[in-house]
């Protein structure tokens, strides 16, 4: 005997074994079963949610030796040549092959003529918004008074296309998308029938894949199980099905919450080098930032959550590491560039910048929220402030990292610097490295001074941080062994002074624009100095 695939073989053969679908069953058992059955349905829903299973259903219920019965025997040669679809009185048309009005007209013809043995002749129409406008007005007098033997279902993925005047003389019913926990439990005991071992994040995954669709979720399962020479892992459905593994996403996280551009970059190149396109990988990395979201607000148990508990864990380490508004700035800027890759689909570059400007939220969120604070007009302060305090990070740092346990303990520091260093790129790693890289340090009696160069603005402004700066100085106290404070200056603020020049005579005008609160605010904010001004 020939090999059945897994949608064919376990399809529902009564209403009690339809899935997500209960809307739906019961109203026809009870139609059934109190003879109030309709003249013509209309079944409308995406694809393997059941349309056609139901149609077949529908018409042993209404044709069964033993009925009409809302539980037909599944026995008789009415039952099992529906089942197979090869019954003669049960049309089974595909409304995209045989849209004409010759067609339709044909199908009128043969509708006054009697079963040949059932109860009914049942016309089904799959696709029938595919017929041609001529089609349905030559069906719209059969299907307003239809004789009595005759019953008309149609099926839809698109029923806006029917016209008005068709749907109003059907009884509609929509299919809904099945939900992930019945498709998954569906799937495991299909697994079971067939003697399967597939571990539970296979299952998962293949169920968030299936994307509501049991047929989709049955063809994949039997796709899968088809490369597996044993029991199927959460592996080797990531590489049957092209999916970018959850281990490389949960990474790429880590690197973007220490801002290590180059790490987040070499993940990102290592994913992509092994075939995967870049559209696929940012939507997979959009998806599981939406599960990140969702694990922040709702827990790692959440049934909202299609995934392993394995892959729970990652989304709960990662939901520690970022703030909402950080989520919320990444989902955004992710979906522009995924909308501009669907325009240039060979531009790399666009997601490496993305990569980048994610590596470096903090800054363009406060950014963000400097300008909006311009825009709306308030003189006394920023504006709304994005980011946010990350669970064992510190205000303003949307994607500071926890402290673990699992951490290695830190080398004792062999200098003033690397004490000082060592703290900041704990607190803050972008300051860490600029003064890692930038920065001079000199002791002055009970203060450490700090010299940055001339173009290190942003990062002098990070000294505002009281967390930091606080740190910074606890830290160089007891490198130093005792009580001392941090001064951060830029080695040429004390040369440039924000006065105008005598012989400009241009004081009115100096004066005006360093008491405008806009320009005030870009000093404070950037620590900034008024080197001139133009007309």
């Not at 918004?129 to 007005?137: G, Q, T």
């Not at 970059?265 to 092994?274: A, C, F, Q």
């Not at 930032?289 to 790692?300: F, H, K, N, P």
Request: aromatic share 6%; proline share 4%.
């Amino acid at each position: 005997m020939s090999y059945i695939v897994l949608s064919r073989k376990y399809r529902p053969r009564t209403f009690d074994e339809v899935v997500g679908q209960k809307h739906i069953t019961e109203t026809l058992k009870n139609a059934i079963d109190s003879d109030r059955v309709g003249q013509a349905y209309i079944f409308s829903g995406t694809r393997g949610t059941g349309k056609t299973t139901m149609a077949r259903i529908l018409a042993k219920a209404l044709n069964c030796l033993k009925g009409p019965t809302s539980s037909p025997c599944l026995e008789c040669a009415i039952c099992l040549s529906i089942d197979s679809g090869d019954d003669v009185d049960v049309i089974e048309i595909d409304g995209a092959s045989h849209n004409s009005v010759e067609d339709v007209r044909e199908l009128r013809a043969n509708a006054n003529y009697r079963p040949a043995r059932a109860r009914y002749k049942i016309y089904y129409i799959d696709e029938v918004h595919m017929l041609s406008n001529a089609a349905f007005n030559a069906l719209l007098k059969t299907l307003e008074e239809p004789p009595a033997h005759v019953k008309f279902i149609f099926a839809t993925t698109e029923p806006h296309k029917i016209p008005l005047t068709i749907q109003s003389r059907c009884q509609r019913f929509d299919f809904r998308s099945i939900s992930a926990a019945d498709i998954q439990q569906r799937l495991s005991f299909i697994a079971k029938s067939e003697g399967l071992k597939v571990d539970e994040g296979a299952l998962s995954l293949i169920t968030r894949f299936a994307a509501g669709s049991m047929r989709d979720g049955e063809s994949l399962l039997d796709q899968v199980v088809s490369c597996s020479t044993g029991a199927v892992s959460r592996t080797e459905v990531e590489t049957v099905l092209g999916v970018v593994p959850t281990e490389a996403l949960s990474k790429l996280f880590g690197c973007l919450g220490e801002a290590d551009t180059a790490g987040a970059l070499e993940t990102v190149d290592s994913v992509l080098s092994g075939g995967t396109a870049a559209r696929q990988f940012l939507g997979e990395l959009i998806d599981y930032l939406r599960d990140v979201l969702v694990t922040r607000e709702c827990g790692a148990d959440s049934a909202l959550l299609v995934r392993s508990e394995d892959e729970r864990g990652m989304l709960a380490e990662d939901a520690g590491r970022m703030s909402e508004d950080a989520l919320v700035y990444a989902m955004g800027l992710l979906s522009e560039t995924y909308a501009r890759l669907g325009r240039f689909p060979l531009s790399r570059g666009l997601l490496d910048v993305s990569i980048i400007k994610l590596s470096r939220v903090e800054d363009f969120l406060k950014l963000r929220g400097f300008l909006d604070g311009l825009r709306s007009g308030q003189s006394g302060g920023a504006g709304p402030v994005y980011g946010g305090r990350a669970e064992g990070g510190v205000p303003g740092a949307p994607f500071a990292l926890e402290k673990t346990s699992q951490e290695e303990p830190a080398q004792e520091a062999t200098s003033l610097e690397e004490a000082v260093v060592a703290e900041a790129l704990k607190r803050w790693p972008l300051v860490g490295r600029a003064l890692q890289r930038r920065a001079d340090m000199a002791v002055d009696g009970d203060t450490v001074r700090i010299s940055l160069p001339a173009n290190a603005k942003i990062e002098l402004a990070r000294f505002e941080d009281e967390s930091l700066h606080r740190a910074l100085e606890d830290a160089a106290s007891r490198f130093l062994g005792r009580k001392v404070c941090i001064k951060a200056a830029c080695v040429l603020d004390a040369k440039v002074e924000d006065t105008p020049p005598e012989s400009t005579g241009k004081t009115g005008k100096w004066e005006m624009v360093r008491q405008d609160p806009s320009v005030r605010r870009v000093l404070e904010i950037f620590g900034g100095t008024i080197s001139n001004v133009e007309e």
